[in-house]
């Protein structure tokens, strides 16, 4: 069966489809990637969306325009990749969008309910592509006591599981986050959390300072030098000294938290905040791993994936922090590391037809394994 998967994650730089060829469920689960896509952010909508995410004065009705418009987005990413491919969207037998996080509180704080809120009209996508679309995966697992995050473990556990040694797998977008995947482990025994900022804030620096979305290949970290009094203040993030299950987001490492960041060092030169900032995600990863991986698991080998394998001095930087184990990208293990949470949720989607669960609460904290998503026909 043909399928696209759909991601926009939290560093809003553009909507990846990947289109694959999947057969079979679970275990027997088998998945080919056939094309990958990243399809851009309009300036605009994405300005739009980043005053949403970030909780920023904004009107109930541009809330509910930006809903439909990023459903036609998403929309025209499916028909992008399908055309690469040489194929109709009709073709497929069903999408999965994750659709574009603007605000997560798995931990609430006062008179609020853990909640999770995604926009991307998933009605829009299906009637454009003229097929069935499962959506909104992360509120069943919320509704069953989870923190709706991380639920890329379960596809992970399908690709990587091994009988012969533990295996990390550490995906760097807008945020970072782990899966544990333990020596011939069972589904029950995997464990994965968000470990802090993963891109989010050096690219929300890049925008800042320099007028880029994001440090080409870390070059601008690479020339700078670290600032021992914001090495100090990071450190001390409270995120970092939470235990598992944990995730997080904006709310926490967004343009906000960035923003006063810039203004408090201003006076020092812009390559060494994007450097400090740059070591400042290795040193969540490295840190993480040393407090809730290693005291349990033996690991010999970390496999990067996201975006921020592109960066090659925040990879030198957790290579440093973590010498004696191997750090390797995706791709040396013969996938891609762009596409990988966009196959993810293709896999997520194909347990959602077969009606069988597929988060793992372990990673999430719920109370037990759900099913996941919503499933809108076209017809």
Same mark, same amino acid.
């Given at each position: 069966?043909?399928?696209?998967?759909?991601?926009?994650?939290?560093?809003?730089?553009?909507?990846?489809?990947?289109?694959?060829?999947?057969?079979?469920?679970?275990?027997?689960?088998?998945?080919?990637?056939?094309?990958?896509?990243?399809?851009?952010?309009?300036?605009?909508?994405?300005?739009?969306?980043?005053?949403?995410?970030?909780?920023?004065?904004?009107?109930? $009705?541009?809330?509910?325009?930006?809903?439909?418009?990023?459903?036609?987005?998403?929309?025209?990413?499916?028909? $992008?990749?399908?055309?690469?491919?040489?194929?109709?969207?009709?073709?497929?037998?069903?999408?999965?969008?994750?659709?574009?996080?603007?605000?997560?509180?798995?931990?609430?704080?006062?008179?609020?309910?853990?909640?999770?809120?995604?926009?991307?009209?998933?009605?829009?996508?299906?009637?454009?592509?003229?097929?069935?679309?499962?959506?909104?995966?992360?509120?069943?697992?919320?509704?069953?006591?989870?923190?709706?995050?991380?639920?890329?473990?379960?596809?992970?556990?399908?690709?990587?599981?091994?009988?012969?040694?533990?295996? $990390?797998?550490?995906?760097?977008?807008?945020?970072?986050?782990?899966?544990?995947?333990?020596?011939?482990?069972?589904?029950?025994?995997?464990?994965?959390?968000?470990?802090?900022?993963?891109?989010?804030?050096?690219?929300?620096?890049?925008?800042?300072?320099?007028?880029?979305?994001?440090?080409?290949?870390?070059?601008?970290?690479?020339?700078?030098?670290?600032?021992?009094?914001?090495?100090?203040?990071?450190?001390?993030?409270?995120?970092?000294?939470?235990?598992?299950?944990?995730?997080?987001?904006?709310?926490?490492?967004?343009?906000?938290?960035?923003?006063?960041?810039?203004?408090?060092?201003?006076?020092?030169?812009?390559?060494?905040?994007?450097?400090?900032?740059?070591?400042?995600?290795?040193?969540?990863?490295?840190?993480?791993?040393?407090?809730?991986?290693?005291?349990? +698991?033996?690991?010999?080998?970390?496999?990067?994936?996201?975006?921020?394998? +592109?960066?090659?001095?925040?990879?030198?930087?957790?290579?440093?922090?973590?010498?004696?184990?191997?750090?390797?990208?995706?791709?040396?293990?013969?996938?891609?590391?762009?596409?990988?949470?966009?196959?993810?949720?293709?896999?997520?989607?194909?347990?959602?037809?077969? +009606?069988?669960?597929?988060?793992?609460?372990?990673?999430?904290?719920?109370?037990?394994?759900?099913?996941?998503?919503?499933?809108?026909?076209?017809?």
């Amino acid at each position: 069966m043909l399928a696209v998967g759909l991601m926009s994650g939290t560093s809003l730089d553009g909507v990846d489809a990947v289109l694959c060829e999947i057969n079979g469920s679970g275990l027997s689960t088998q998945i080919k990637e056939l094309a990958f896509e990243t399809y851009p952010f309009p300036v605009k909508l994405r300005a739009l969306v980043q005053r949403i995410a970030e909780n920023q004065p904004i009107g109930i $009705a541009e809330i509910c325009s930006v809903n439909f418009e990023l459903g036609q987005l998403f929309a025209d990413a499916v028909l $992008a990749v399908c055309s690469s491919y040489g194929i109709k969207s009709s073709d497929l037998g069903f999408i999965a969008s994750h659709g574009q996080t603007v605000y997560h509180i798995p931990k609430p704080q006062g008179e609020l309910v853990a909640s999770t809120f995604q926009l991307g009209e998933s009605a829009v996508i299906a009637y454009k592509c003229q097929c069935p679309v499962i959506s909104n995966f992360r509120t069943m697992d919320m509704a069953a006591g989870g923190e709706g995050a991380p639920l890329v473990p379960f596809s992970e556990y399908i690709l990587y599981r091994s009988e012969d040694k533990a295996i $990390a797998l550490q995906n760097i977008g807008g945020i970072g986050n782990v899966t544990i995947i333990p020596k011939s482990a069972k589904l029950d025994q995997v464990f994965a959390f968000d470990t802090g900022p993963g891109n989010m804030m050096i690219n929300d620096a890049m925008e800042h300072l320099y007028q880029k979305s994001y440090d080409d290949k870390g070059a601008v970290a690479a020339r700078g030098k670290l600032i021992d009094e914001l090495v100090n203040e990071l450190k001390a993030h409270p995120y970092l000294q939470t235990f598992p299950p944990k995730s997080t987001g904006r709310e926490e490492f967004g343009s906000d938290y960035t923003g006063t960041i810039l203004e408090k060092y201003q006076a020092y030169p812009p390559e060494d905040i994007i450097a400090t900032l740059t070591w400042f995600t290795a040193y969540s990863i490295a840190f993480s791993y040393q407090n809730y991986v290693l005291p349990e +698991h033996q690991l010999s080998e970390v496999i990067l994936a996201g975006g921020g394998v +592109h960066n090659l001095t925040l990879k030198d930087y957790i290579q440093q922090m973590m010498p004696n184990i191997s750090v390797v990208t995706q791709e040396e293990k013969c996938y891609s590391s762009d596409s990988k949470e966009a196959l993810a949720f293709a896999i997520l989607g194909n347990e959602t037809l077969h +009606h069988q669960t597929s988060n793992v609460p372990s990673a999430t904290g719920a109370k037990e394994n759900v099913i996941l998503g919503n499933i809108v026909y076209p017809n």
